[in-house]
């Protein structure tokens, strides 16, 4: 838990980095109109979302305790947050279309997921996911009953010591702990969020191409699109792993029969988890807030032939 603790310096300090490095294009006001309309619409609506996301996320940490003192609806909070973001990138995505005029031409290709999504953001989403699937099961296979009987909300221990020369039975157990009574709720909430997750990625991939002369930019929309939506999953889940981690360091280092060569091993790589996703989570929030967007230039350029303030005209 102190390590937990102490990270949380370096926690707003990735959240700051990553608000610094807010990705800007400037194109022309009468350059690949199409393009910035769609980017304007499809941020916009990721905007809301995240805003939407944020206050469901707020409303679980505030009022949850209220409806279910056991923490189950708070530890859904970062899920809604990504949710949220998921939900406006499909409704942006859907409902961003390019103008269409009398001539109209098309682009013969094939779009894959593949080709859109960022690999480096993808397979740290895979490894984060593994991770927290890792901890969900490991706390669901050691969790047991508490004292009022609910499955899989305690870590129970149970062994002979010697006292005196005499063999006696000691048993204890420790809590909270995040075993099926948690494991269950949040495996449901993540099969949603992969699902949404999976939804907006195919929105991205089927919007319509603008006109031709934009498919570059509107290549690299689809890939900030693809990556703002791997971003809002890998925030769902390093905001869960962090503090489900942090949540078993305690039982696991408290044991008083000793931790199976498999619970050693478990309290270190949660001792290490739960700091390392508490910074990834802040740092992704911070992508969240300033996703790229692409900035029109109020000035149109000059063009061939035009007076220029100073010196000769532009050729």
Do not use: K
Request: charged share 15%; hydrophobic share 55%.
């Amino acid at each position: 838990m102190v390590v937990t603790v102490l990270a949380l310096p370096l926690a707003l300090v990735a959240f700051v980095v990553a608000l610094a490095r807010r990705q800007v294009i400037t194109v022309g006001v009468n350059e690949h109109a199409d393009v910035a309309r769609i980017a304007a619409r499809t941020r916009g609506w990721r905007l809301v979302g995240l805003a939407l996301g944020l206050v469901a996320g707020g409303l679980l940490l505030a009022l949850g305790q209220r409806v279910d003192a056991l923490g189950r609806l708070t530890a859904l909070a970062p899920a809604a947050v990504g949710a949220g973001v998921l939900l406006g990138t499909v409704v942006g995505e859907l409902t961003s279309r390019p103008s269409v005029g009398v001539r109209r031409s098309a682009v013969v290709e094939t779009r894959t997921v593949r080709s859109v999504l960022p690999r480096g953001r993808a397979l740290l989403l895979a490894a984060s996911g593994l991770a927290l699937g890792g901890v969900l099961g490991a706390g669901a296979a050691w969790g047991s009953p508490d004292d009022l009987g609910r499955a899989g909300r305690s870590l129970s221990e149970r062994c002979t010591v010697l006292v005196d020369g005499v063999a006696t039975e000691m048993a204890g157990s420790r809590g909270p702990w995040p075993g099926s009574f948690y494991a269950v709720p949040l495996a449901a909430a993540f099969a949603l969020l992969a699902v949404l997750t999976a939804l907006a990625l195919r929105a991205v991939v089927r919007r319509p191409r603008p006109d031709p002369h934009g498919l570059g930019l509107d290549s690299m929309l689809r890939r900030w699109s693809a990556g703002t939506v791997l971003t809002a999953a890998l925030f769902a889940v390093l905001g869960t792993l962090g503090p489900v981690a942090a949540l078993m360091v305690s039982p696991l280092a408290g044991l008083d029969c000793g931790p199976s060569p498999a619970q050693a091993v478990g309290r270190w790589v949660v001792t290490v988890l739960a700091p390392v996703a508490l910074v990834g989570a802040a740092a992704a929030l911070g992508a969240l807030l300033v996703t790229p967007r692409i900035r029109v230039d109020d000035l149109p350029r000059p063009l061939p032939g035009d007076a220029a303030p100073v010196g000769t005209p532009v050729r």
